[in-house]
């Protein structure tokens, strides 16, 4: 199990779509989610879950910035202000305050356990 990578645009709004019927869009605060994205050189950034570099991006505006030269990680980002858009941020990789996804390897899932 490895935390997510989001290789296109479909797998993109399947999770914009899924976390969203989670979030209280009346209530919610800002969210913010881990994802596996590591920026490895200048604007080059992999999947470090699967070694396979970002070809889909869906960033804000503005982003990535790497804020203060140390914001290497990817995260979703969920700001109420722009309800029913949840895209991309960079991050400082040791900031704590995040949810997590993970996902299954193919090769790892056991489809009796799925939830």
């Known amino acids: 199990m490895d935390l997510l990578s989001i290789e296109t ?3 993109h709004l399947f999770l914009q779509q ?3 019927s989670y979030l209280d869009l009346n209530t919610a605060q800002q969210t913010f989610i881990w994802t596996s994205g590591k920026r490895v050189d200048g604007d080059r950034w992999i999947w470090e879950a699967t070694g396979r570099p970002v070809h ?3 960033w804000w505006a503005e982003q990535p910035d790497n804020d203060g030269g ?3 990680c990817l995260e979703l980002w969920y700001k109420p202000e722009f309800p029913g ?3 991309w941020n960079d991050i400082y ?3 704590t305050s995040r949810y997590f996804i993970c996902e ?3 090769k790892d899932a056991n489809i009796d356990n799925v939830y």
């Open 56 to 58: 889909y991006k869906n």
């Open 85 to 87: 858009q949840i895209k």
């Open 70 to 72: 140390i914001e290497n």
């Open 104 to 106: 299954y390897n193919n």
């Open 93 to 95: 990789c040791n900031n």
């Open 9 to 11: 645009q479909e797998e």
């Open 18 to 20: 899924s976390l969203l």
